[in-house]
């Protein structure tokens, strides 16, 4: 009788264990047929706006003058206007016949064409009508993709893979982010009312701003201009960007084409984004104008303020990316040949110019010699040539790990720099001076060792292809000197222990921290970017880069189709009893719940016997 039970009893579990094993299953079919359906539909219904055909605007209309039309006319007759030399840095051929400088009265004419435009159209669009011209600016994007990878490598120097990382996908994957998830963080957000206002409702409203000016760096000529203007297009505002005097020829050439384009296609006058070309007059003219609702700034911290004491004449809001000097942490517990690899990749990268490039590592004592050596192998071991600009694969004498130097003054100045940590005691293990072998503006991969924090290697942004490595002891010592300048950009931290990791990155001072990575944080479009101390402040990038391009304002309404009159104790003539009838409410809602009894009998009798 009891082996019978026994059987019943372990069939039962069996059967028991069955459904539940059966029923994951059916849950994990249902969840992924659902997901899937999901994403169809998305796929064809949740961009159907796209489907209603529009008449694309009449450019007989427009009232500016194209960029590369106006530069073709201004060269016959340019009126002591400064001229823009265009070369290749990898080359030094001349990519063009110099390009007119703007000047001041250019750049107002433009703002002033970029105000109107808002105020008659653009301000208003609707969110579907901005999606249409993201899409369409990102189906140019894709046809055009390998004419913007070349013109930005010759334009610059960079190398073909870093062209296509760093301008086309960084770009493509801010579009797909805004169109797929900025809607919801511009909506009008619902905000908490207290009790004695719960007839009201209160939220937050995201409108445009108006005109917003820009004035982006030459690292990255298409993706920081056209991230920059597509955030503002997305936030209803009309753009007029500068483009840097080092990276001119391609924003001529294509890239203000690219968007007045999709402009134009969808609808609307190219005249919303107008591009500026020119020196300090026209960046200054842009930021003191008072036309111009937002200045938008990605540059060196001197430049930085000259742009903002520019904008104080207006007291124009500014948002400023000055740069850093980025800590690259490696523990002892690290992985030594990921930290190693990816170490490398975060100093040279774009042959270092970037702001978020690693130019400090700090290495604990326990495996410095081993980081070091394998450090110097791969750097002695890369290659460095001009760039094959082409759109197929290259072969391997073809192919280039560093680019060049885009500024022509940067060889000279990093060099400077080397030698001053060389005679402070550094040691100089490869490269630290000009690649000679090469025409254009190299400049050798470097790594330093033996270097302290109070070098001017250490302390001061070198902006080129510097491995700089300090040695450290304990935690607290890395923090303190990981925070030992006056830069506070992003930092990054190699460990195999999470917790540890996190608590030496919740501890420095930076406006991004990544744990065992680099660089993919500006991927996720969903996370701000920006600094803290000299690298400057404001966001761009997530939730609070769009809003920052609004204006964020506070909205009160009824909650109740009907309108509940103020309290007579709150209109004129006052009461004589009013005072005491607010204090006894003050100590009835605030007060301990001890006194409220009182406190309500007190409200009572004010409001009975006006006492």
């Given at each position: 009788?009891?082996?019978?039970?026994?059987?019943?009893?372990?069939?039962?579990?069996?059967?028991?264990q069955?459904?539940?094993?059966?029923?994951?299953?059916?849950?994990f079919?249902?969840?992924?047929?659902?997901?899937?359906?999901?994403?169809?539909?998305?796929?064809?219904f949740g961009?159907s706006?796209?489907?209603?055909?529009?008449?694309?605007?009449d450019?007989s209309?427009?009232?500016?003058?194209?960029?590369?039309?106006?530069v073709?006319e201004?060269?016959?007759?340019?009126?002591g206007?400064?001229?823009?030399?265009?070369?290749?840095?990898g080359?030094?051929e001349?990519?063009?016949?110099?390009?007119p400088?703007?000047?001041?009265?250019d750049?107002e004419d433009?703002?002033?064409?970029a105000?109107?435009?808002?105020?008659?159209?653009?301000?208003?669009?609707?969110?579907?009508?901005?999606?249409?011209?993201?899409l369409?600016?990102?189906?140019?994007?894709?046809?055009?993709?390998?004419q913007?990878?070349?013109?930005?490598?010759?334009d610059?120097?960079?190398?073909l893979l870093?062209?296509?990382?760093?301008?086309?996908?960084m770009?493509?994957?801010k579009i797909?982010w805004?169109?797929t998830?900025?809607?919801?963080f511009?909506?009008?957000?619902?905000?908490?009312?207290p009790?004695?206002?719960?007839?009201k409702?209160?939220?937050i409203?995201y409108?445009p701003?108006?005109v917003?000016?820009?004035?982006?760096?030459?690292n990255?000529?298409?993706q920081?201009?056209?991230?920059?203007?597509?955030?503002?297009?997305?936030?209803?505002?009309?753009?007029?960007?500068?483009v840097?005097?080092w990276?001119?020829?391609?924003?001529?050439?294509?890239?203000?084409q690219?968007?007045?384009?999709a402009?134009?296609?969808s609808?609307?006058?190219?005249d919303?984004?107008?591009?500026?070309?020119?020196?300090?007059e026209?960046?200054?003219?842009?930021?003191?104008?008072?036309?111009?609702?937002h200045?938008?700034f990605?540059?060196?911290?001197?430049?930085?303020?000259?742009?903002?004491?520019?904008?104080?004449?207006?007291l124009?809001?500014?948002?400023?990316?000055?740069?850093?000097?980025?800590?690259?942490?490696?523990?002892?517990?690290?992985?030594?040949?990921?930290?190693?690899?990816?170490?490398?990749?975060?100093?040279?990268y774009n042959c270092g110019?970037?702001?978020?490039?690693?130019e400090?590592?700090?290495v604990?004592?326990?495996?410095?010699?081993?980081?070091?050596k394998?450090?110097v192998?791969?750097?002695?071991?890369?290659?460095?040539r001009?760039?094959?600009?082409?759109?197929?694969?290259?072969t391997?004498?073809?192919?280039?790990?560093?680019?060049?130097?885009?500024?022509s003054?940067?060889?000279?100045?990093i060099?400077?720099?080397i030698?001053?940590?060389?005679?402070q005691?550094?040691?100089?293990?490869?490269g630290?001076?000009?690649?000679?072998?090469?025409k254009?503006?190299?400049?050798?991969?470097t790594v330093?060792?033996?270097v302290?924090n109070?070098?001017?290697?250490v302390?001061?942004?070198?902006?080129?292809?510097?491995?700089?490595?300090?040695?450290?002891?304990?935690d607290?010592?890395?923090?303190?000197?990981?925070n030992?300048t006056?830069y506070g950009?992003?930092?990054?931290?190699?460990?195999?222990?999470p917790?540890r990791?996190?608590?030496i990155?919740?501890?420095?001072?930076s406006?991004?921290?990544?744990?065992?990575?680099?660089?993919?944080?500006?991927?996720i479009?969903?996370l701000?970017?920006?600094?803290?101390?000299?690298?400057?402040?404001?966001?761009?990038n997530?939730?609070?880069?769009l809003?920052?391009?609004?204006?964020?304002?506070?909205f009160?309404?009824?909650?109740?189709p009907f309108?509940?009159?103020?309290?007579?104790?709150?209109r004129?003539?006052?009461?004589?009893?009013g005072h005491?009838?607010v204090?006894h409410?003050?100590?009835f809602?605030?007060?301990?719940?001890?006194?409220?009894?009182?406190a309500?009998?007190?409200?009572?009798?004010?409001?009975?016997l006006?006492?």
């Amino acid at each position: 009788m009891s082996q019978c039970s026994a059987n019943n009893n372990g069939g039962l579990i069996s059967f028991l264990q069955m459904d539940v094993l059966s029923a994951g299953i059916y849950l994990f079919y249902a969840f992924t047929t659902y997901y899937i359906a999901r994403f169809i539909y998305n796929l064809i219904f949740g961009q159907s706006f796209m489907w209603k055909p529009v008449k694309s605007f009449d450019v007989s209309k427009r009232e500016s003058t194209p960029l590369n039309k106006w530069v073709e006319e201004t060269r016959k007759n340019p009126q002591g206007r400064q001229m823009i030399e265009c070369t290749n840095p990898g080359t030094g051929e001349t990519l063009c016949a110099p390009i007119p400088a703007m000047n001041a009265k250019d750049v107002e004419d433009r703002i002033v064409l970029a105000k109107k435009v808002f105020e008659q159209s653009w301000g208003k669009t609707t969110f579907e009508q901005r999606k249409r011209v993201l899409l369409t600016l990102l189906d140019n994007i894709l046809k055009h993709k390998h004419q913007i990878v070349a013109l930005s490598c010759k334009d610059t120097g960079k190398t073909l893979l870093e062209a296509h990382l760093g301008e086309v996908v960084m770009t493509c994957e801010k579009i797909r982010w805004l169109v797929t998830r900025g809607e919801q963080f511009l909506s009008p957000e619902n905000r908490h009312v207290p009790l004695m206002m719960i007839y009201k409702l209160a939220e937050i409203r995201y409108l445009p701003l108006g005109v917003i000016g820009m004035i982006v760096p030459w690292n990255y000529p298409f993706q920081n201009a056209i991230g920059a203007i597509i955030a503002a297009l997305f936030t209803g505002n009309s753009v007029v960007i500068k483009v840097s005097e080092w990276a001119t020829w391609s924003s001529v050439e294509l890239y203000e084409q690219l968007v007045q384009d999709a402009l134009i296609k969808s609808g609307f006058s190219p005249d919303i984004v107008q591009f500026v070309v020119g020196f300090g007059e026209a960046g200054n003219a842009l930021s003191k104008s008072k036309n111009v609702n937002h200045v938008f700034f990605i540059g060196s911290p001197e430049v930085g303020k000259r742009v903002m004491q520019a904008a104080c004449e207006n007291l124009t809001p500014v948002t400023l990316e000055l740069g850093g000097k980025d800590p690259f942490i490696v523990c002892d517990d690290a992985d030594i040949d990921m930290a190693v690899d990816v170490g490398v990749r975060s100093a040279l990268y774009n042959c270092g110019q970037n702001c978020v490039a690693s130019e400090r590592f700090y290495v604990h004592e326990k495996v410095y010699d081993e980081f070091i050596k394998k450090t110097v192998d791969i750097v002695k071991n890369l290659r460095q040539r001009p760039t094959c600009v082409k759109d197929t694969v290259l072969t391997e004498d073809e192919v280039s790990d560093i680019g060049a130097m885009t500024m022509s003054t940067s060889i000279e100045r990093i060099e400077k720099v080397i030698q001053e940590a060389v005679k402070q005691g550094a040691k100089l293990l490869c490269g630290g001076k000009r690649n000679t072998k090469l025409k254009g503006q190299f400049l050798e991969p470097t790594v330093l060792v033996d270097v302290t924090n109070d070098m001017g290697v250490v302390q001061d942004e070198v902006f080129g292809p510097v491995v700089t490595i300090v040695k450290w002891k304990t935690d607290e010592e890395v923090v303190k000197l990981a925070n030992g300048t006056c830069y506070g950009l992003g930092s990054y931290v190699f460990s195999n222990n999470p917790k540890r990791a996190e608590k030496i990155g919740d501890q420095l001072v930076s406006g991004l921290t990544m744990i065992n990575d680099y660089g993919v944080s500006y991927l996720i479009q969903d996370l701000p970017f920006g600094g803290v101390k000299v690298s400057g402040f404001g966001r761009f990038n997530g939730p609070e880069g769009l809003r920052a391009f609004c204006v964020q304002k506070s909205f009160v309404k009824n909650r109740f189709p009907f309108s509940i009159p103020p309290p007579k104790v709150m209109r004129y003539p006052t009461e004589t009893y009013g005072h005491m009838l607010v204090a006894h409410f003050v100590d009835f809602l605030y007060g301990p719940w001890s006194g409220k009894p009182l406190a309500l009998l007190n409200l009572l009798r004010a409001v009975v016997l006006k006492k």
